[in-house]
Every structure is written in structure tokens, then in C-alpha cells.
């Protein structure tokens, strides 16, 4: 059992929100933590039949026994014209129809990233919003902006003002985790 799970909602292979993830994750000396890329977790496109022909996969169920266990989860969402990519969506999908409260009594810090301005805030905005109905209590929030003005793999966030408010966010979740 994993007490801290991490993962970006995209399965892209190059996934910023990913490399926010690694990032945040690298900080939690002493914790345990379960990175997830979820570039390796292939779901197909949710649907009532699919569901009833062939059932759950067993990486689906691993992955929800996984995010029941955890005391925490460390998400970071992007963005696909505004809201959150088809991907992410088919997950909490598939996660919902197999346990309702896949996420109940546990702890996110909810991230989001993108090389805009605005770092991702609709999506962020609306999978906060979303969370809750799988009994999940967001903790904080963060949003990096500009990602590729703003962060660099050696560094991690260039600005300072972001990087304090990135800490302050992961302070507030670690310490709803206990």
C-alpha cells in the first residue's frame, strides 16, 4: 500500500503535467509514494456494452485498489481546449461505474499545467468541482502557468513566487495527510 499516489490525467508520452508530477513527487523525502504514468494504463473509450461484454480490466481494478489504499493522491490535470482531456474523463469514467467512491477519505493536491497563461485553470476548475462526487477532499490546488517558461527538470519551478506557492500547496496537502 502506497500512502501517496501520483499521477498526470494524460497518457501522452510527453506530458507535461506529468513532469509537474515527478517534480512534486521527488520533493516528498521520506514518504511513500507511487508514481503513475499513465501513459501505460491504455483504457478503451468507455461504453455501457464494453462494459457489459468484457467487463472491468484487471489494470483498472489495480488501479482503483491502489487509489483506495492511498491516503493521498497527487493529481495534475491538463488541458484540451478548456476542459479536461477526453482521457482524464474516460478514467474517473471507468473508475466511477467499478466503485462510486473509488476516492473516499482521501487527500489531493490537484495540479494542472500548460505552456499557456492561464496554466490549465479551466480543466483544473472543473475536476476540482468533479472530485468530490468520488469522495475525494481536495486539499490545495496549483497551477503552473507558462510551463515552459516557468520550469526546468534540474530546477523545477524557475519563479520564485510559483515555487512558493507550489510548496505552499504541497504543505497544505501533506499536512491534511497527516
Known amino acids: ?10 497518457n501522452s508520452s510527453t506530458s507535461i503535467n506529468f513532469k509537474l508530477v515527478q517534480y512534486t513527487a521527488g520533493l516528498l523525502e521520506g514518504k511513500e509514494v507511487q508514481l503513475l504514468n499513465m501513459a ?37 490535470v491538463n488541458e484540451h481546449n478548456s476542459s479536461p482531456s477526453a482521457y482524464f474523463k474516460n478514467v474517473l469514467d471507468w473508475l466511477s461505474r467499478l466503485e462510486r467512491n473509488f476516492l473516499e477519505n ?3 493536491l490537484l495540479m494542472s499545467t500548460s505552456p499557456g497563461k492561464r496554466g490549465a485553470m479551466g480543466s483544473l476548475e472543473i475536476i476540482e468541482k468533479a472530485l468530490p462526487r468520488f469522495g475525494a477532499h481536495v486539499s490545495a490546488t496549483f ?23 507550489h510548496q505552499l500547496a504541497l504543505s497544505e496537502f501533506l499536512a491534511a495527510i497527516g
Do not use: C, W
Open 40 to 76: 501505460n494504463y491504455p483504457f478503451p473509450m468507455y461504453s455501457e456494452d464494453h462494459e457489459k461484454e468484457k467487463g472491468f480490466s484487471n489494470s483498472l481494478v489495480e488501479l482503483r485498489n491502489d487509489l483506495m489504499n492511498a491516503k493521498g493522491v497527487i493529481i495534475s
Open 1 to 10: 500500500m502506497s500512502s501517496i499516489i501520483a499521477f498526470a490525467g494524460s
Open 143 to 165: 497551477s503552473l502557468p507558462s510551463f515552459y517558461e516557468n520550469f526546468d527538470m534540474e530546477q523545477g519551478i524557475t519563479d520564485a513566487e510559483l515555487a512558493e506557492k
Open 106 to 108: 482521501t487527500e489531493v
